[in-house]
């Protein structure tokens, strides 16, 4: 039984290029979450999504930013004409649908972000 | 009102001892207090967690104390071992929005 898979653990990019990243929900689980930890800073929300729909997006900035966890395959975090100030860890995060999915969710291991 | 304050920033314990971290927060309507160990490299992974209907919870040497007037809640660990190294985050939920709110860590060095 894997647990949330993502992929790439580590992506360098250039100022200017898209970051495209990728996250597999636990088998069974039917809601994602993207979270940004910034060196030494604790994990912000970035946004929540179900199958096909954005649930939650306030922690997602304005621009250049996009989601989206289609019916089939992987949710991915988009960003597009990265900074150096994009540089960070990337988590993604599911539950299980219903009321399972307020107690607790599984992390996956990241993808270590690097804009150079 | 969104915030949890985490302390302290960093914490070094000798192996056997007793590891403490405290968290306060001020939004009444988070109903759902989990802590999250992180090892390099690693996602956090739940540790354990409260509800403000309890006032204390255990797990093995974990220990979650919470204080609902005080709006505070800390994280004991009995018998630090070196394995316990890694940095710790509380975080607060109000589990009809979904999204965790974290603290800003802890780093916790077991010396053997």
């Known amino acids: 039984n894997a647990g949330v898979m993502q992929n790439p653990r580590h992506l360098v990019r250039r100022r200017g290029q898209e970051a495209r990243l990728r996250c597999s929900p636990m088998k069974g689980h039917s809601h994602v979450y993207w979270y940004r930890q910034l060196p030494e800073e604790g994990l912000k929300f970035m946004v929540y999504?179900?199958?096909?729909?954005?649930?939650?997006e306030s922690g997602m900035p304005k621009e250049r930013f996009s989601a989206e966890f289609p019916k089939e395959g992987p949710s991915i975090l988009r960003i597009q004409q990265v900074v150096r100030g994009d540089s960070a860890a990337y988590f993604c995060a599911s539950s299980p649908p219903g009321t399972q999915a307020n107690y607790g969710y599984t992390f996956g291991s990241g993808t270590r972000l690097t804009v150079v | 009102q969104q915030q949890v304050k985490q302390s302290p920033q960093s914490l070094i314990v000798q192996k056997g001892g007793i590891s403490i971290i405290n968290c306060a927060y001020e939004n009444t309507a988070f109903d759902y207090f989990p802590w999250y160990q992180q090892f390099p490299g690693k996602g956090p992974a739940l540790l354990i967690a409260?509800?403000?209907?309890?006032s204390e919870k255990k797990e093995g040497r974990f220990t979650i104390s919470f204080n609902k007037s005080a709006k505070q809640f800390s994280l004991h660990i009995m018998d630090s071992q070196p394995g316990d190294s890694a940095t710790y985050f509380c975080a607060a939920q109000n589990t009809g929005f979904q999204k965790l709110v974290f603290g800003t860590g802890t780093r916790l060095l077991v010396s053997p």
């Open positions: 409260i509800r403000p209907d309890v």
């Open positions: 999504l179900q199958k096909e729909n954005i649930i939650d």
